[in-house]
């Protein structure tokens, strides 16, 4: 039988308090920003290749647990639905920053 797997929580930005925010200058606070979304990105790629492993080794007979197959897959699905999600958002609201008028 397969272990089953915890699930970490998101990281989410806005998490921090207000006064460690303060702090961080500009470079750093960027800085932290390009960690963040580069190690979720990493994420959504790492599920996708786990998900396009189990599938090729079920292809290929290796794997017998079709369920542990489908869930893989699912979570890669909408981990990366949700990614795209939110870059839609982030554009869209660089877009309205473009069309405020100074």
């Known amino acids: 039988m397969a272990e089953i ?3 970490t929580a998101p990281v989410f930005l806005n998490q921090a308090n207000s006064s460690s925010v303060n702090k961080h200058t500009p470079a750093e606070a960027q800085e932290t920003f390009k960690q963040a979304l580069s190690q979720a990105i990493n994420n959504v790629n790492d599920l996708q290749k786990v998900s396009a492993e189990k599938t090729e080794l079920l292809a290929k007979g290796k794997i017998e647990d ?3 197959v489908m869930i893989t897959g699912q979570k890669a699905s909408i981990t ?3 990614t795209v999600e939110i870059r839609n958002k982030v554009i869209e609201a660089y877009q309205e920053i473009m069309r405020m008028q100074v």
Do not use: E
Request: hydrophobic fraction near 45%.
């Open 5 to 7: 797997q915890t699930v």
């Open 66 to 68: 079709l369920h542990d």
């Open 80 to 82: 990366l639905s949700a």
